[in-house]
């Protein structure tokens, strides 16, 4: 399994500024995934971020909100953009692997929105 | 719109006892996966399960997967303290995709 790890572990934001979450990966994956998982909840996912190619959203999540980048196969960032407390959340990357058809995650950014 | 249900949502036992946490869809799976996680840190996997009445053992731990490829049960024997944790349920609906859809979770507490 792939070694992932995000920066930033935590943070304490005011609302209407912007937080990039880095995650990075140990190996090449192809596919990249970024999850929100609000207090007491399950896993959403937000977007799927192949690298040479603009992110895939899902529905409810737009890229002006969360804007991606996946330079290479090895890192991608996720921005939260223009926050409310709405957006108070951990913040999971995930990385995929298609022979086992499963995902790994990262150990999650929590974001608290004052 | 593949939906997984996961059952119960809340648990709370003594050590000792067994438990049983349920994952089901509508829909066939292609694979099926658990995840636990404890407070500050991200899903672990613990099992991924891709044949029809496949039975797959982690020490105290027996997850199962349906013969229809439509539910998946994990049992945990005995349980302890530690195994307190949200239990997830994960599927892929369509084989050879990375792509997962997620239960609610199964939040687990097990009390000494």
């Known amino acids: 399994s792939a070694v992932i790890s995000q920066k930033p572990s935590r943070d304490i934001c005011q609302r209407g500024t912007s937080l990039t979450i880095q995650c990075q990966v140990d190996s090449q994956v192809t596919m990249m995934f970024w999850y929100r998982q609000q207090p007491g909840q399950s896993l959403t996912l937000i977007a799927t971020a192949n690298q040479g190619s603009e992110a895939t959203y899902e529905s409810g999540f737009v890229i002006d909100k969360f804007p991606i980048s996946r330079p290479n196969l090895t890192f991608s960032t996720l921005t939260v953009s223009n926050m409310s407390p709405e957006d108070s959340s951990i913040y999971l990357c995930?990385?995929?692997?298609?022979?086992?058809?499963?995902?790994?995650f990262g150990p999650g950014t929590r974001l608290l929105v004052l | 719109t593949q939906l997984l249900e996961q059952s119960p949502q809340f648990l709370s036992i003594q050590e000792g006892e067994n438990l049983t946490v349920y994952c089901n869809s509508s829909s066939v799976f292609s694979s099926l996966q658990w995840y636990r996680q404890e407070p500050g840190e991200g899903p672990v996997l613990l099992v991924t399960?891709?044949?029809?009445?496949e039975v797959k053992k982690l020490k105290r731990l027996t997850f199962q997967f349906g013969d229809a490829r439509k539910d998946s049960s994990l049992h945990i024997t005995a349980a302890q303290t530690g195994d307190t944790g949200l239990y997830l349920c994960a599927a892929s609906f369509q084989g050879g995709s990375e792509k997962l859809v997620f239960g609610k979770g199964t939040k687990l507490t097990v009390n000494p």
């Open positions: 399960v891709v044949t029809g009445g």
């Open positions: 995930s990385v995929g692997d298609q022979d086992a058809g499963t995902q790994y």
